[in-house]
Nanobody, 129 residues
Framework: QVQLVESGGGLVQAGGSLRLSCAASGRTFSTYTLGWFRQAPGKEREFVAASHWRSGSTYYTYYASFRRGRFTISRDNAKNTVYLQMNSLTPEDTAVYYC???????????????????WGQGTQVTVSS
């Protein structure tokens, strides 16, 4: 059974940092695309970042435009874990953050979310002003 479990969320002041983790279990995820999405109250889910695996190749990283150099995605395949380092947080970053995994998401759909097969339960990030 595949499970994705996020952790690392919490309450932080504007300008602060958080590091989210997503531990995957149930199979080896080294050839999976791993992504982060978020959903703020009253808003649709939006893409944050992804580490995209392309068959026979390496990993490509994708970021949402709002990242502006503040967020960094990384992965540790030995630990089956993907991270999201978030710096210079603002109240607009307040949301539930979800990690997702897909073995065969198309490159054109990495930021779309629809082709991810597995989702975590989410971790709340609250940034106070």
């Amino acid at each position: 059974q595949v499970q994705l479990v996020e952790s690392g969320g919490g309450l932080v002041q504007a300008g602060g940092s958080l590091r989210l983790s997503c531990a995957a279990s149930g199979r080896t995820f080294s050839t999976y695309t791993l992504g982060w999405f978020r959903q703020a109250p009253g808003k649709e889910r939006e893409f944050v970042a992804a580490s995209h695996w392309r068959s026979g190749s390496t990993y490509y990283t994708y970021y949402a435009s709002f990242r502006r150099g503040r967020f960094t995605i990384s992965r540790d395949n030995a630990k089956n874990t993907v991270y999201l380092q978030m710096n210079s947080l603002t109240p607009e970053d307040t949301a539930v953050y979800y990690c997702a995994a897909s073995q065969d998401v198309r490159t054109t759909q990495v930021m779309g979310g629809r082709e991810y097969d597995y989702w975590g339960q989410g971790t709340q990030v609250t940034v106070s002003s």
